[in-house]
């Protein structure tokens, strides 16, 4: 006789994830400032699951998203999307009332992440180093008086200063402030891309991204890539024109300093509420002290970006950890 009993979620989860092919969602596109990197993360990502064998469809976030993927379900969604449109957590919490399986943090996590100042505020209080900073909305800028709030942050924190949106990724609206004269240009450019702009001391040293994976065994730190941009500035255009920038991976950076920022970025990653991957950035000083500047919950999978030259130094091949990552959003780890 054969058992006609429905299997339970869980047994329906293993039976997907041992699948040999698996029918994988990619999203990229969006609506924000980063949707041509957020397409070439895509489409990065669907070639190196396509390699594999599995069955690939990349969707742009629109109004038929939900209805699509509810009438089609794939076994995972796999999130490479940037900027507010999947970053903000608010996209990957509906994801989550779907009930399919999705690669990466969770929407409250991924909230908590995209804000700097909460982010940075959480590191904080549990004994990290992060730069001090104040984080100020456009209302409060324009209420105080412009000249009087740049007079004060400039007694408060002095110069150099980075100044950048408090919320969003690509260094785009980031400026280094040098000399007081430039700081209002530097408030205007951040708050072409947010309504709040986030002010920080610089902190000079060597600039880091760790990313951090979980396919099921907990979180763990891959080689850290050390960033030396030509300009000296690892701006949105050092980011994704070839050339622009020399990357070193693993970081040309003592045992104990590795081992430092890698505990550093998986502790920062399980604090935060992370899941699957992270890139954690850090720059750590003269002193040895690794300062935390902020967490990526979705970060860039392009051909110039940090995670792909972290996962390919660790000895494994993109398909095969993506494929992991995948597998381990199946099982519900």
Known sequence: MTDSTPLDSASLDSAVSDKAVLDIVVLAGGISHERDVSLRSGR?????????????RVLDPDAGLLAGLEA???????????GATGEDGALLSLLGTTGIPTVGSRGAAAGLAWSKPTAKELVRRAGFATPHGIALSTETFRDLGAGSVLDHLLGALGTPLVVKPAVGGSAQGVTIVDDAGALPRAMVNAYTYADAALVEAKISGVELAVTVIDTG??????P?????????VYSFEARYNAGETLFYTPARISEATAALVSETAVAIHSLLGLRHISRVDLIVD??????????NVLPGLTETSLVPQSIEASG?????VYVALARAAIAGN
Do not use: K
Not at 224 to 232: K, L, M
Not at 286 to 295: M, N
């Open 44 to 56: 990065r990502v669907a070639d190196a699951l396509t390699h594999l064998g599995h069955t690939v």
């Open 286 to 295: 003269a002193e040895g002290t690794a300062w935390f500047l902020e967490a």
């Open 224 to 232: 850290a890539v050390e960033i030396v941009p030509r300009s000296g």
């Open 217 to 222: 065994d907990g979180p763990t730190a891959l």
């Open 316 to 320: 494994r091949s993109l398909g095969e």
């Open 72 to 82: 089609n379900r794939p076994d995972v969604i796999w999130p490479a999307l940037h």
